[in-house]
């Protein structure tokens, strides 16, 4: 049934197809063949029990908001919830918190709480960004010339990839078409790009360096819009120039009513990019519950009144509230959203970027908790398609010869199995491509 609210109705999508197709290219046939320490069959039907661990698919969500979530009341319960759902999460690197007075390189606090929570749930880590003309130190100065400028530049991304080896993905120069716009003005990073060449040049060059110092991580050319035709001028010149780089990164800020993406033209925007024989990142989701704005022009009164906030407090006063309808809404929409994009060959991650609504970073209801950290719907809904929908979980036995198959979702396995009594652990990783069975050695 269609959710019909304050004028806001979802009916829901159509979705031919959509199952079959994350069948096909998300799962795959799995088999196990148990062995003793020689190597020889273990002929007894065995019980056992296999659990996806993590999903090879990258389910992330943005903790740019613990700037101001961190230290502040329940944000362990905050992070906890997080955890339960998400196997990435994207943390912002910025240059102003990192060398707030040159060439005295601080580390973060709530950064390095960050990565060590995420280190210990052995989640995935993407970093934002090597570089942005956004977020700078003020000790930058606007007039310096491009010559002053890229030494400092290097140093940060040198800086960057080889202090933290445990950030595997990175945007490279984030949003380096935008460093072009009219209302970029004085900007010295803005003024490097262009005396680069422009935004593609400008991107090789970062990825030339990114590469040299950090060959094996993923890098990411990231923009704010996928309608943008300067971001698609780019992404083909980056391929005329034969630059490396591993993904295409596209926001889906959805704080207007004109902002938000039907189903076909999500479909649209995922085709439009696939021309680029790149694997695609939807970096920065956000579908708030609090009422929408019609378009960005009615949107940018209260986007530039919350950035000159003089306090988290004011902050708090500006920001809209959620709405219970609103918030099925939300999770409805979420429901058909993930699912669509999950089910296209080119999509690799999905980044829900605001977990809390407390200081949700354009002051909207966006997040998937409250301002108390509770789940709402549409944290219920993402939880349910990551851990129950498109989970695998077998509770059997093996055959008489030890030997068991089944279809399951890409990604790290664990297990148990009993023989003789006695309960064993094992581990494997399901790929796709793999025709051989994975040969697993007990303890007999």
Known sequence: MPC????????????????ERIKKIRMGPIKLQFVDTYGSRINQQLPININLKKHAFQFGVGMGQSWALYGERNFERYRAYMGEVFNLVALGFQWSWIEKKRGQVQKIEHIESNLKWAKAREMNIKGMPLLWHNAIPRWMDASAEAEEIEPLILERIRYLLNEYPEVKTWNLYNE?????????????????????????????????IAHQTAPNRIYVNNHYS??????????????????????????????????RLSQSELWKLLEDYTVFGKSIHLTEISVPSSPPFNSWRDFQPHVESLKNASSKKNRLTMAKKSNKKLEIFQAEYLRDFYTLAFSHPKVETLIYWSGSDLYEWRGTAAGLLDVEHKPKPAYKVLKDLIKKKWHTNVNDFTDATGTISFSGFYGEYIGKIKLNGKEQSFTFDHTPGMVAPHIIKLSY
């Open 4 to 19: 019909v609210l304050n004028a806001e109705i979802h009916s829901p999508w159509e979705m031919e197809g959509v199952n």
């Open 176 to 208: 380096a078409v935008g460093a072009e716009k009219k209302f970029i003005r004085n900007n010295p990073i803005a003024n490097w790009l262009k005396s680069k060449g422009g935004p593609a040049a400008a991107q090789a060059w970062v990825s030339q």
């Open 226 to 259: 996928h309608r943008d035709p300067e971001f698609k001028k780019m992404n083909h010149e980056l391929l005329r120039l034969d630059t490396q780089f591993d993904a295409i990164g596209i926001q889906t800020h959805m704080h207007t009513k004109k902002s």
